[in-house]
């Protein structure tokens, strides 16, 4: 990306402009609107950003995509009222890139990547990164950026100063649109994400979608660095380690008694009933968890077992609340969630029922494996 070229320019702009409005500016209190030298730099960073030849935006004459657009313009919008800067008008924009990436300007811009929408695995999930972005505007971030500037010796900092001083106003304003677009697209600095993802927390939770899902967003994200060390995780490569953030946003949720339900999440992962030739299937997502016999009352038992299983997914089931009785009936936590039958036996291809709850929770094993190796099912 256009960003590297110019990183140390920017990086000495960047702390003379937090020291003129460090005093004015502060994070709790912030203004609920835009402030001119934030349209002033976004601007100028959306200028420069969607003007780079690499920058390409999502098609949205394809229905599908249009969709996509109308889901995270409604959310930013939602999320937008509930944060601490209610009258900042967001737009947001989807990159056709398949970055795991989503940053946001000042002034109120923010884009999502493709490749972001593509590795949510509920809204919830995606309003956790749209809350996060919020955040960053709602903590001034691009008008603060005090950890970067730390880092900055005095010297090189009054050598610039002189430098600037001199009166190039043209410079001053594309040099401060180069310092939002680095700060955007390089992240703020380990304390400034953390801040944003705390902010995001509140936004969230005010707005009515679930912080459960940032800390899942953050452990499937460390999983994919896991997997991938070279994939090109965007925003994400100089934030802090995303098993990290997603402690320290439990202990955040544990501290203001919001309760942790991973599961409890909007267009998340869910048991479903396949009705196939001779058989009615529990499914998530592509893993068949058990199969009844396509008899009279099959349909029923297999929703009646689906729905169990949803609240009891819903409330975070460990795999150790999967049990088998005696007579092969399937439990969790306690409740049953099918008996077996005779039919269903002969069905799995086994000598009797007991046998046929065995199978079942094998089934269940594999998809807490799943989760375990994935994040999702
Ligand atoms: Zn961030």
Redesign the pocket.
């Known amino acids: 990306m256009f960003v590297r070229r110019s990183f140390l320019l920017p990086l000495v702009a960047l702390s003379l402009v937090t020291a003129a409005h460090a005093g004015k500016l502060d994070p709790d209190h912030p203004p609920a609107t835009v402030l001119p030298s934030e349209t002033k730099m976004g601007d100028e960073s959306v200028k420069e950003f969607e003007g780079d030849k690499t920058t390409k935006m999502l098609d949205l004459k394809v229905p599908a995509n249009r969709a996509m657009q109308d889901k995270v313009e409604a959310m930013v919008k939602k999320l937008g009222a509930a944060t601490t800067r209610p009258g900042i008008a967001y737009t947001v924009k989807i990159v056709d890139n398949t970055d795991i990436n989503a940053f946001t300007l000042p002034g109120g811009h923010v884009y999502v990547f493709k490749g972001l929408m593509d590795f949510i695995s509920s809204d919830d999930e995606l309003a956790g990164v749209l809350a996060?972005?919020l955040g960053?505007n709602a903590r001034l971030h691009a008008l603060r950026g005090q950890s970067r500037a730390k880092k900055l010796s005095w010297i090189n900092l009054a050598a610039m100063a002189a430098m600037l001083a001199g009166g190039q106003n043209g410079a001053n304003v594309a040099q401060f649109s180069q310092l939002a677009l680095l700060g955007a697209m390089n992240?703020?600095g380990v304390s400034l994400?953390k801040e944003?993802d705390a902010s995001a927390v509140e936004t969230m939770q005010k707005a009515g979608y679930n912080p459960s899902a940032l800390v899942t967003f953050m452990r499937r994200l460390q999983i994919e660095e896991n997997h991938h060390p070279d994939i090109k995780l965007g925003?994400f490569a100089t934030?802090p380690p995303s098993d990290e953030r997603a402690e320290a946003l439990l202990s955040q949720m544990k501290r203001d008694g919001v309760p942790f339900t991973p599961n409890d999440v909007k267009g998340g992962a869910q048991f479903t009933v396949d009705e196939k030739s001779d058989r009615f299937a529990v499914v998530m997502n592509s893993l068949t968890v058990l199969e009844v016999a396509k008899t009279d009352d099959g349909k029923t038992r297999a929703q009646d077992a689906a729905s169990r299983l949803n609240d009891l997914w819903k409330s975070d089931l460990k795999a150790y609340e999967v049990a088998v009785a005696g007579d092969g009936t399937l439990t969790g936590r306690g409740q049953t969630i099918a008996r077996p039958s005779a039919d269903d036996a002969k069905l799995n291809g086994v000598a009797t029922p007991a046998l046929t709850g065995q199978k079942w929770s094998s089934n269940f094993g594999r998809l807490f494996w799943r989760m375990q190796l994935n994040g999702k099912a």
């Open positions: 996060h972005e960053h992240g703020y994400e944003a925003i934030h």
